[in-house]
């Protein structure tokens, strides 16, 4: 079992860059790269705003911040991850995308090192297709923040060896999360796989005249003792990332039960959704 002491995270967005955040403060060294240096230097903006709060609260000290951030190398050479004992992709959920980073990832990383993905919903079979490694190949899917959710899904692919997936265990635990595994590669995982429905149904609710986005969130919240309701977690998520993921299921299941619902297109459709502008579901009313 190879010792990691160095995590490469290839992908500076909110996802890439909390894990890159996570790791940091858990003590391993951190190769982060990403197409552009101005994703990285946003990224290393968003830890040190992230780490401030903890200062402030008292659960960190400025010197264990610019310690953590001291981890962290940033990079726009995919090469440079041939030092990563492990790499987690974390770029768009673009399959393509995704086979691409796999197979340049392949060529540069040593024998023996596990590439995993922090897809969402996306077949980890077909990724590591892309490499002449699929048995170390698997998902990792880490959830929004990255360093304050508690849950890390191992999926296995279909040729993912056992040892990968413990090795991938015993990382989410050094990491301080808690892991479940996915045993069989399936759309959507565990969580996504029971949430997009709820989401759907939501969605229709508002369509059909049944209730509010308020009291439906509002309901959702006090009856079944959820953090958020489903609109304020789709707008916390990215409205687009739902659809995306709804259409995908659509499509792996050959069920037109999981298409987008006609409100939730209208309002991808109009670019009305993103952190930047604040538009989601509410701001559509």
Same mark, same amino acid.
């Given at each position: 079992?190879?010792? #990691?002491?160095?995590?490469?995270?290839? !992908? %500076?967005? =909110?996802?890439g860059a909390g894990i890159a955040n996570l790791a940091?403060?858990?003590?391993?060294?951190?190769?982060?790269?990403? #197409?552009?240096?101005?994703?990285?230097? !946003? %990224?290393? =903006?968003?830890?040190n705003k992230f780490m401030e709060k903890s200062v402030a609260r008292g659960k960190m000290t400025e010197d264990q911040k610019q310690e953590n951030l001291g981890r962290i190398q940033t990079t726009t050479h995919l090469e440079d991850m041939k030092d990563a004992d492990i790499v987690i992709e974390a770029v768009l959920e673009d399959l393509d995308l995704k086979r691409n980073v796999f197979s340049q990832l392949d060529k540069i990383v040593r024998e023996g090192v596990i590439l995993a993905t922090n897809t969402s919903s996306m077949s980890i079979t077909e990724i590591a297709a892309a490499t002449n490694r699929?048995?170390?190949?698997?998902?990792?899917?880490?959830?929004?923040?990255?360093?304050?959710?508690?849950?890390?899904?191992?999926?296995?692919g279909y040729k993912t060896s056992d040892e990968t997936v413990q090795q991938l265990k015993a990382l989410s635990s050094k990491l301080s999360k808690e892991s479940v595994e996915v045993k069989k590669d399936s759309p959507g995982f565990i969580v996504n796989r029971i949430m997009t429905p709820q989401f759907i149904e939501a969605i229709k609710l508002v369509q059909e005249g049944v209730a509010s986005y308020e009291d439906i969130d509002k309901a959702v919240k006090l009856g079944l003792n959820y953090p958020m309701g489903p609109f304020e977690l789709q707008d916390f998520a990215g409205v687009d990332i739902g659809y995306h993921v709804m259409e995908y299921f659509k499509d792996e299941f050959n069920d037109n039960y999981f298409a987008p619902p006609q409100l939730l297109k209208q309002i991808v459709r109009a670019g009305r959704y993103g952190k930047k502008t604040?538009?989601?579901?509410y701001d559509y009313e």
């Open positions: 079992m190879m010792t #990691i002491q160095t995590i490469g995270v290839v !992908g %500076a967005g =909110s996802m940091a403060m858990n003590g391993f060294n951190v190769i982060l790269s990403d #197409i552009e240096e101005r994703f990285l230097e !946003g %990224a290393l =903006s968003r830890m699929p048995e170390l190949v698997a998902g990792m899917h880490f959830f929004n923040p990255a360093q304050l959710m508690r849950l890390v899904e191992v999926v296995r604040g538009a989601g579901f």
